[in-house]
DNA sequence: AAGTTATAATTACACTTGTAATCGTAATGT
DNA sequence: ACATTACGATTACAAGTGTAATTATAACTT
């Protein structure tokens, strides 16, 4: 069974977050990297720790008297369950309405639009393959 | 000042997403309309209708003995702040890796694509116009 | 008018989340 | 060896959520 990716709240993603950058990391680490960001207490931040290991969402080795985290699930896992739980609660399942929103919302850099040609020049170049 | 978009929790946003689909509409319109997709007790949707009137999500006018409620926000607002949210937090802004994503795990079909294509072509007349 | 009933309002209660403080313990300094 | 300290583990506690049950009240029935 693909990975089965479990609930995890705001807090507890700018942790993981961090994680993905460089792991492993002690707690401190991740502490001093995280306040680049966010005010949090070490206290707090050990607490998410905690709470990340619990729900199997990164793993530790201890190394001497302290820890080392890693992360057990991938970004790539999370962000695509995110995304799809999102635009199938707001789009039913349809990503061009989001798209669209966005259009509408003057998002959309030359990059982007740039991004998205090749992107559908290679949807079309698989379509032929099949 | 433009809308500010309360926080909706998810069973809130059910209920609301009944009202966005027609209103005005009394408690119990709302709960067999949602019965049809969710099987919640008519004594919970009421919270949550509740709940929505707090956070000035929703309104009702009092009609004889029961309510008509209405929605407060748009559905519009609030998908575009929830698809800001989400782009922001995964992708620092940037949408087309998120279409990337999508296209990826194969979920573009061709109706998309043929959107995109749209969007696209207009994002391009309107920089000439500019 | 009194009893019954349909509604809304209030209360409940466990779980999650944000945000730490305190406790226990192993390592370190002296 | 003893005191101090640096960790992780445990506990705290209010606000928000999911999921109702209970209570108050206004309307309808007889």
Excluded: C
Excluded at 53 to 67: D, L, T, W
């Amino acid at each position: 069974m693909p990975n089965s990716v479990p609930d995890i709240s705001d807090a507890e993603f700018s942790v993981l977050d961090v994680l993905w950058q460089h792991n492993p990391a002690s707690a401190n680490d991740i502490v001093e990297k995280l306040n680049e960001i966010k005010p949090w207490h070490e206290k707090t931040v050990k607490t998410l720790l905690n709470r990340l290991v619990k729900k199997q969402a990164i793993s530790y080795e201890k190394q001497q008297r302290s820890y080392l985290y890693s992360p057990l699930i991938e970004r790539e896992s999370y962000v695509v369950k995110q995304s799809k739980t999102l635009v199938d609660k707001l789009f039913r399942g349809h990503l061009s309405p989001l798209v669209a929103s966005f259009a509408q919302q003057s998002k959309l850099k030359k990059d982007d639009i740039a991004a998205l040609k090749s992107i559908i020049s290679d949807w079309e170049k698989e379509q032929q393959d099949d």
